[in-house]
Structure formats: C-alpha cells, structure tokens
C-alpha cells in the first residue's frame, strides 16, 4: 500500500516543484479561517515531508519521522487535530515542539489522489494552545477537496499526454517510417526495429532484434559523454536524448547516424520499471561523394515532410510552420480550422498579421527571431489566442526551432495546446477562494486586494475618496456560548444580510473572520458620506428583529469608518477604522465611530474623530 501512495505521489510529478499560486491561496486562505501563523500543504514522500506550498515557515521541508502530517496520514481519518502537543504523549518529544518551531497547535487533513492513495495533508499550525470551531474545521476540510481537484486536473493532463504518446500515430508511423526507428527495452536490446534502420546496417529485422545496442555500436561511441546521456531519460532529468555516432554494418564498413531518444512508458508513466526507448536513427554518413550526399539529403527532406505529415495531420493541436519573420509556410487541418480556411494551400505564404490581431502577430514574430537565434524552444503558457475575427481560447504555445534548417529564411515550428477548460476550472476555485463559506461575503484576502485596488485607484485619479467600515458585532461572545455554534453561525450570517442591506450595491461586504466585518465604501466625495453609511450600518442592527431561535435583538454593532481622499496605505486605513471601531466599542456599542486617514496638500487637517453618533 505505502509503494502505491509513493508510485501515484511521484507520478503527479509534484515534489521539488516551483510555487504554484492555487495552492498558495489555499494556504493563505486556510491560514486566516484558523486564524493561525502557519498553514502548510505537504506530500509525505518515502524519508520526507516536502511542502509544495507554505506560510509563515521557513523551511522548504523536514524529516519524516517528526512529521506531524506523516501521522495524519498513517491515521487514515478524515482530520487529525492536537489541540496542545505537550500534552499528546505522540508529540510531546517531538524536536519540532520541544525546539523551533514550538509546535503547540496543530490540525492536518489528509488529501487523496482518485485511487484514494493519502499523499500529503492541508494542515494549520499555531506555537499556542488552542481550539478551531466547528466551522473552521468544516472550511479547511473543503479547501482540502479543492486540494485534491488540483490533484485530478494534474492526473487528467498526465492521462492527456499518455494516450497522445500512445497513439495509433505510432503504430502507423513506425513502420512506413524512412528514418530509421528502433524500439529498444531498458536494459538497451533491441525489440524492434524497422526495415529503414536494418538497411542502413546491411540487414534484415530479423537479424538485429535481439542484439544488443552496443554490439552495433562503433567501440568509441558506445559512451558519448557529451549533452544528455540514455541514463538522464531514466532519472526524468530530459525528455530526450540527441546524439550523432558510427553504427557497424554487417560488412563492417561505418554507417554515421544522427539519433533522438525518447522515452516511451506503454504502462503510463506511472510504471517507469516498463519504461521503453524510441530511437529514430537519420543516416549522415560523410562518406559518400557529394553527388550522392546532396541526393541523400533530398531523400532525407521528402522522408522528414511525409514524417511530419503522418505525425501531425492527426495531432489534435494546432501545428504550424512559419519563418522567423511570420510568414506560414504550413498547417495541420486544426490550425486550418482555427484560423478560418478552408485548406492549408489558402494559409501558405500568408503572413501572421493577416490571420492574428497585429500586436499578438507582432509577439509571436518577436519569439520566432529569439527562438532562432537561441536555438532553444520557447513554452507560452496561459497564451490568450484569438485569429482574426474568430473565437478566442487559451493555449499553451510552444515554439521549436527546425533542426538543420539551411534556408535563407530560418523557420520554426509552433504547436498550441488547447487549455481553456483548465483555466477555466482555476478561475473557478480562484473565486471559490474569494468566497466566505459561512456568510457567503468576500473572504478576507478578497477585500483586502479590493481595497488596496482602490486606494491605488485614487492615487492615479485623485478623486473620489473611498472608506472603510470595520463591524465588530456586540454581544456575540455571550450569544454564541449559550446558545450553541449553530446559532452563532446563522447569527453572522444575519449580520452579513443587514450588512448588505445597509449600503449601497456598489459596496462590497467581507469578513475579516470570528464576529468582524469590513466594508469597502468607494466613490465617497466627501466624508460626511462615509459618516452617514456608517450610522446606518449601526442603525440597521439595531433595528433587526430576533427570536427565540435567532436573538439578533440581543446583537448591536459597533462600526469604526476611516474616510480618506489620498493614498494611504491599506494598514494605515485599517489601523484608523479599528480605532475608530474600539471608540464606538468603549462608547457602549450600536454606534459608529469615524477617522479621518489623509488629506490633500490644499486642504487644512480637521478633527480626527468626524462622528460620535449612536444608532
């Protein structure tokens, strides 16, 4: 059971890999419901617990065996919650409580892959004591299921690229091919091979499958220690390995070949123990006269062509070949599609302006040239296409240069994969992150980054001014605890409805978390507005009616409002609104409380504190 959770781990090809901003929200957002410093995403590999993304922690990963996520796991239960790890006899000793980072508080859910293989834990970490509600618990369990929706969309775009290397392309291509391919097993004997690559070695199939690489191989060649070896394909270092050596006809004279390795996995890469190598062998001999070199090439050309159709006429992306300067040269029928022609005959000689709005055409030509020069391929990812007067979608371009190339106007070859479904699938958990679960506001992260987009705004502008409204509910303490959490719950979801109801339909409402609310209010020219939506906002409470069941007669607000016409920073503005709010809070509550956060240059400084007003 461990070998399968470890084979899926690494077959997600997640581990030692860049940021990834999914994730990154996920851990902020879990951060703030916990209200916790630390908040982790980790994968428990065979001696360690790496951490794909990670806040308020230095380290990138630990060892296994102090890993608290490790016993989550081995657990098997949906959630593993230490309220206080010096009083947990599992933990007490634990070098990660009893030194940095003084571990206290800790609560992991574990994450599965589709075969219901545990690979890691969505966990939050606090250096004190304490106890999660809950609903914060139920909120970091649902981010734990978005945890594992990115795991699927990642296995989906594997399974996507298997079955494109699987495919009947092939089986068609192997055979008819007129460059050498060979199909050789991980210990390098030959299993097939087809009728191209024995001629070139004075043979028939028959006669080289079964040998061993090396016994065709020139005796200096058979290690080439320059570029990429065979042995980088099996560690995933390259995809593919390119060289150039002498292979030893049957009559003992030299064959040059020009090779490219591949990597094939008939199980899916998932099983690297079948893993296969795919050699295409080009015959480059230098022995031959120059009449029979440039014949040769000749050949060389017509079998590239007819092996670039079999390839990429079924290919279901867009397949193009331009020169340098954008000029199409060719299509496979999706790009023919795509680009709105009928044929690939009416695109050839057409340059990309007409067919791409200018300045999209203008980029693409900018990375042929690089791409040329550098002679390394170029990957776009997230590239918005849209051809000229056609429906637009979201691709991954990649841009190869054309090996051996000797024309007067180099060329390229681009490839884009569609990818809009998967953008949109992120866009999608992007704004579930945005989401507060239990009130249905914005999240805390999603007004924060509204207002810091709107003090910008006024910085550019100049005008109108904007406001904050912190709501911190009075007597909610009190409620929640006889009551019960439930109540409480359906008791901040009322104040988030009286909240909406108070302002306008262009301010957005958010919680910052526990009983406290913030209020973005923009468009304000003058602070007297942001005073008045204040008072309503406590007016609104105080007006509400309650029952039995929900005693929102027994709940007022206390609003602190911080009006400003110049840029502030955004701690600036929240740091007055809370004072504000703390003002209205010692006033005795169901009131609203305001500051003043800046001024232009030409107006004189007023009294900071603008209303004292109950509701």
């Not at 390839?311 to 029928?333: F, S």
């Not at 904007?466 to 901040?492: E, M, P, Q, S, W």
């Amino acid at each position: 059971m461990e070998a399968a959770r470890l084979a899926s781990l690494r077959a997600l090809d997640l581990l030692d890999t860049a940021p990834e901003e999914s994730f990154d929200s996920i851990v902020a957002l879990a951060r703030d419901i916990a209200e916790v410093p630390i908040a982790l995403v980790s994968l428990v590999d065979e001696c360690r617990q790496w951490f794909k993304a990670r806040v308020g922690l230095e380290v990138s990963e630990t060892p296994r065996d102090v890993a608290f996520c490790a016993v989550a796991i081995a657990d098997g239960s949906n959630q593993l919650v230490v309220p206080d790890a010096t009083l947990d006899p599992r933990f007490a000793d634990n070098p990660l409580v009893v030194g940095p980072p003084g571990i206290r508080f800790y609560a992991g859910f574990p994450f599965a892959d589709p075969e219901g293989h545990l690979l890691g834990t969505l966990c939050v970490i606090d250096t004190e004591p304490r106890v999660l509600s809950d609903a914060q618990l139920s909120s970091i369990g649902q981010l734990t299921r978005l945890v594992e929706s990115l795991l699927v969309q990642r296995i989906a775009l594997g399974q996507l690229e298997e079955a494109r290397r699987r495919s009947a392309l092939f089986e068609a291509g192997f055979d008819s091919s007129q460059v050498g391919m060979q199909l050789v097993s991980p210990d390098g004997v030959l299993l097939r091979v087809n009728e191209a690559f024995a001629d070139m070695l004075g043979s028939s199939a028959e006669e080289l499958v079964g040998r061993h690489w090396q016994e065709l191989t020139h005796p200096d060649d058979r290690r080439i220690r320059t570029g990429p070896t065979v042995d980088d394909l099996a560690s995933g270092r390259h995809r593919r390995y390119r060289a150039v050596k002498r292979y030893l006809r049957s009559d003992g004279s030299v064959a040059w070949g020009d090779i490219t390795v591949t990597p094939v996995f008939p199980d899916g890469p998932s099983s690297p123990d079948t893993r296969l190598h795919l050699t295409q062998v080009v015959e480059v001999s230098e022995q031959v006269s120059a009449l029979e070199r440039e014949r040769e090439a000749s050949s060389r050309l017509a079998a590239s062509e007819r092996r670039y159709r079999s390839l990429v006429e079924p290919a279901p992306d867009i397949v193009v070949r331009a020169t340098v300067d954008g000029v199409l040269r060719d299509a496979n029928r999706v790009a023919v599609r795509a680009l709105g022609a009928d044929s690939s005959e009416q695109l050839v000689g057409s340059p990309l302006r007409e067919l791409l709005p200018p300045e999209l055409a203008d980029e693409f030509v900018a990375h042929f040239r690089a791409v040329s020069s550098s002679m390394r391929p170029v990957e776009l990812w997230r590239q918005w296409l849209v051809p000229a007067g056609g429906v637009g979608g979201w691709y991954v371009v990649r841009i190869v240069p054309e090996i051996g190339d000797d024309s007067p106007v180099p060329h390229v070859f681009v490839v884009a994969s569609e990818i809009s479904e998967v953008v949109e699938n992120e866009r999608r958990l992007a704004e579930q992150a945005a989401v507060d679960d239990l009130t249905g506001c914005s999240s805390r992260g999603a007004i924060i980054e509204r207002l810091a987009s709107s003090l910008e705004r006024i910085d550019h502008s100049g005008s109108p001014g904007l406001a904050v409204a912190l709501v911190d509910l009075d007597h909610f303490k009190a409620i929640n605890d006889r009551l019960g959490h439930l109540t409480g719950d359906a008791v901040l979801r009322a104040a988030a409805r009286i909240l909406r109801e108070a302002v306008r339909d262009s301010d957005l409402v958010g919680r910052l978390g526990g009983d406290e609310f913030l209020v973005v209010l923009d468009g304000l020219d003058h602070p007297n507005q942001a005073n008045e939506l204040g008072q309503r906002i406590a007016a609104g409470f105080v007006g509400a009616a309650g029952d039995e069941e929900l005693p929102l007669d027994e709940v007022s607000a206390s609003v602190g409002v911080a009006w400003t016409d110049v840029a502030v920073p955004v701690n600036d503005l929240l740091a007055r609104a809370d004072r504000a709010m703390y003002k209205a809070k010692r006033g005795g509550g169901a009131q609203s409380r305001m500051e003043r956060a800046g001024l232009r240059p030409d107006e004189p400084w007023g009294v900071d504190d603008l209303a004292t007003d109950r509701g």
